[in-house]
């Protein structure tokens, strides 16, 4: 089920989870229980639908200890060049 936002005049912006065949039908306010205005907003594309903030918004430098060794070249001693290493 999606959470849609809606807007009460009153009380403000709330959340509510609804089936998608109940979208465009309004909701009434959890507070005053006025009927409200479905609002859109970007959506929240995260895991579960959940809206995190992140600790550190910056990327991590990582070093490696040792580098990779270069590939090594190899010959090959006969008519079929595509057969290297088998």
Request: proline share 10%; aromatic share 6%.
């Amino acid at each position: 089920m999606p959470l849609y936002e809606f807007r009460c005049e009153s009380c403000g912006i709330f959340d509510v989870w609804r089936s998608i065949s109940e979208s465009t039908s309004s909701a009434h306010c959890p507070t005053c229980e006025a009927p409200a205005k479905r609002i859109f907003s970007a959506p929240a594309v995260l895991s579960g639908g959940l809206r995190l903030k992140r600790e550190n918004p910056e990327p991590q430098l990582v070093k490696r200890k040792t580098e990779p060794e270069a590939p090594k070249n190899r010959s090959h001693a006969g008519g079929r060049p595509w057969m290297i290493g088998h």
